[in-house]
C-alpha cells in the first residue's frame, strides 16, 4: 500500500498512473515528506497546483546546506605529477657487472634501432626503471665485446656508472654539491692508465699489435667505503636489477672499479665456446685444423670485413681446443657433444663463426687441414674465399 501524506503524492502517483498503464503498485510501500519553508505541511493541501510548482521551484533554487556538500572522499583529487628523478642529488658508483643470458630470443647483445629485441635495450630499460641510472649516455657504458643474434653469454662484462649509498669508495664520485675533500683520498690512490685513442674491432688499438696494448691494474691501495648514513650500506645492485629482468638475462655479480676501468679495453683475455654433435665429423682432423690458428695472424680471410670501423685484422688466439662436454658424454660418438674453446685477447666480427664454418669443412673431409695455412697467407689469397657460416 502507498502512504498518503500530503496531495502532492497523490498528484505524483496518479500522473505515474497514467504513464504506466497497467502497471500496479500494490506491493511498493513507501512513504514522501515534502517541508516547504515558511509553510506548515498540512497547508500544503490548500495550495493550487501552480502554487504547488512555484514551491518546488523555490527548493530547488534553495542553496545547499553544509550538511549536504560531498564528503571529502567524494571529492576528485587530482593526481600530482610524479616528481622527476635527479640524479645529480645523489653519489654515483664505478662498477663492473658480471651478466649471463641465453640469447635464442634476442637480436644480439648490442643495441639496434630498429628493434627493442636486444639484451642492452632490455638490461637499460631495466637499469632506469631502478633509477640506478638516467639514460645509457650519462652512465659511462663499455662492454667487454658483443654477441650475435641467438649467442649466450654466461661471463659477460660490462662497465658503468650506478647510484650509490656512498660518498666515498673506490670509483665513488660525490654529488656535484658535496665537497671536494670527499673524493681526494680516491684520486690519490687510483692510477691512471690512459685507455687507447683510437680502436677498432674488440679491443685493439688502431694501428698496434695485440702485444703493444697495456693491461688494466687495480690501485695498490683500495680506499675503504664511506656511507652516506652512518651504519648504511651499498645498494643491493643484483637484486634490484635481476628483480626487473627476464628470467633469461640474469646479473650474477657487481664489483666497484675506478674510473680508468674500461670493459673493453681492460679485457686480458676473451674466450668463446661453441658447442656440437660429434655426428659424422673426424675431430682428429678438426683438431689439426685448430692448432694452426694459434698465435698471431692475419684474420681477414676469417671473419666479416668491416672496412669502415677496422683496418688492422691482426689478431692472436692464445688456446683453441676442442674437446668433449665432460658432463654429456655418450657411449655412441656420432652422439657426444663438444664444444671448441677458443681464447684470445679479441677477436673481429663473425671470426669465431667463421673459423668454426672451416673446420666443420675439416672435419666432413672436403677440405684438408692445410687449408686454414692457405687463408693465412694473405699474401697468396689476397681476397676472402666463399664459404657458409656457422
Known amino acids: 500500500m502507498i502512504s498518503r501524506t500530503a496531495s502532492p503524492l497523490r498528484l ?4 505515474i498512473s497514467s504513464k504506466l498503464g497497467r502497471l500496479s503498485f500494490s506491493k511498493i510501500n513507501f512513504s514522501m515528506e515534502v517541508e516547504a519553508p515558511g509553510a506548515p505541511q498540512d497547508d500544503l493541501c490548500s495550495l493550487s497546483k501552480d502554487e504547488l510548482i512555484q514551491l518546488v521551484r523555490q527548493l530547488r533554487e534553495k542553496p545547499k546546506t553544509p550538511d549536504a556538500q560531498p564528503k571529502p572522499t567524494e571529492v576528485w583529487k587530482k593526481k600530482k605529477p610524479p ?16 651478466i649471463a643470458y641465453i640469447g635464442a630470443n634476442y637480436k ?20 632506469t626503471k631502478a633509477r640506478l641510472i638516467t639514460s ?3 652512465s659511462s657504458y663499455t662492454r667487454s665485446g658483443r654477441t650475435d643474434k641467438g649467442v649466450s653469454a654466461f661471463g659477460q662484462v660490462i662497465g658503468l656508472k650506478l647510484r650509490s649509498n656512498m660518498k666515498s669508495g673506490l670509483g665513488v664520485v660525490a654529488p656535484p654539491d658535496a665537497s671536494a675533500a ?3 683520498p680516491e684520486a690519490a690512490s687510483v692510477s691512471s692508465a690512459a685507455a687507447p685513442a683510437a680502436v677498432d674491432g674488440d679491443g685493439l688499438e688502431d694501428g698496434s699489435t695485440l702485444s703493444a696494448a697495456k693491461p688494466f691494474a687495480m690501485p695498490t691501495v683500495v680506499p675503504p667505503d664511506v656511507p652516506v648514513k652512518p ?10 636489477i635481476n628483480a626487473l629482468l627476464p628470467p633469461d638475462i640474469r646479473v650474477l655479480a657487481w664489483a666497484p672499479v675506478p674510473p680508468e676501468f674500461n670493459a673493453r679495453f681492460s679485457t686480458r683475455r676473451r674466450v668463446y665456446k661453441y658447442f656440437f654433435l660429434g655426428e659424422s665429423l673426424d675431430i682428429e682432423r678438426m683438431r689439426d685444423g685448430a692448432r694452426r690458428l694459434i698465435g698471431e695472424h692475419d684474420f681477414r680471410n676469417l671473419c666479416r670485413i668491416d672496412v669502415v670501423s677496422v683496418n688492422n685484422f691482426v689478431r692472436r688466439l692464445s688456446r683453441f681446443d676442442i674437446e668433449p662436454v665432460a658432463a654429456l658424454t655418450s657411449a655412441d660418438p656420432s652422439r657426444q657433444l663438444y664444444q671448441m674453446v677458443i681464447a684470445g685477447t679479441a677477436f673481429l666480427w663473425h671470426q669465431v663463426r667463421a673459423m668454426a664454418a672451416i673446420l666443420f669443412l675439416i672435419g666432413q673431409r672436403l677440405e684438408e687441414p692445410s687449408v686454414v695455412d692457405e687463408l693465412l697467407d694473405i699474401a697468396k689469397h689476397a681476397g676472402k674465399p666463399r664459404f657458409v657460416m656457422q
Open 182 to 184: 670527499l673524493q681526494a
Open 83 to 98: 616528481r622527476e628523478f635527479d640524479m645529480a642529488r645523489y653519489s654515483q658508483r664505478y662498477v663492473a657487472l658480471k
Open 136 to 138: 645509457r649516455e650519462t
Open 231 to 240: 651504519g648504511g650500506s651499498e645498494l643491493p645492485y643484483v637484486t634490484a
Open 12 to 15: 505524483f502517483t496518479k500522473g
Open 108 to 127: 644480439g647483445l648490442a643495441a639496434q634501432e630498429n628493434t627493442d629485441d636486444t639484451i642492452e635495450a632490455v638490461l637499460f630499460k631495466a637499469l
